[in-house]
């Protein structure tokens, strides 16, 4: 069986994942200082799906720039390939599921992982442990057994 995704590993550089991760990181803090606010997707998509004056602002920039950054970085260089093999029933349903995780773990893989970890948060921790494990488990089984 073939993966779902594929990944060009050999246009993988250290260079561009350590350049991706301080953006990332860079972007992360911005927010926090000057907003006092924790980038975690799912919490700013969520907000902007209970219409405030007051805080829509931020949150549609925010959800502006994940959405034009790619056409962005198109400019400079071509955009990795990618090609998913599974069907879009798979797909909504597996996007519900996250949905439905991060309503339990009360936030994202952003939100914890990068911005709860960062703040040494045991919670951030425990969750991105949890999500971790059950990504690997989700991967053995489809590999091994589906």
């Known amino acids: ?19 991706g991760g301080a953006i990332i990181g860079l972007a992360v803090t911005l ?17 902007l799906l209970i219409w405030s ?10 959800m502006l720039g994940l959405l034009t950054a790619p056409l962005l970085y198109s400019c ?8 998913i093999d599974s069907s879009n029933s798979a797909l909504i349903v597996s996007g519900l599921l996250v949905g439905v995780g991060t309503r339990y773990g009360s936030g994202c893989t ?13 919670r951030s921790l425990v969750a991105t442990m949890i999500f971790m494990a059950v990504g690997f488990i989700t991967v053995f089984v489809m590999r091994h057994w589906g």
Do not use: D, Q
């Open 1 to 19: 069986m073939e993966p779902a995704l594929t990944i060009a590993w050999n246009l993988f550089t250290p260079a561009s994942a350590l350049l």
């Open 31 to 47: 927010l926090l200082l000057f907003n006092g606010k924790i980038a975690g997707i799912s919490g700013i998509l969520g907000g």
């Open 53 to 62: 004056k007051e805080n829509s602002g931020w949150r549609l920039s925010f």
């Open 76 to 83: 400079f260089a071509p955009l990795p390939e990618a090609h």
């Open 110 to 122: 952003s939100g914890h992982g990068v911005c709860g970890i960062s703040r040494l948060s045991l």
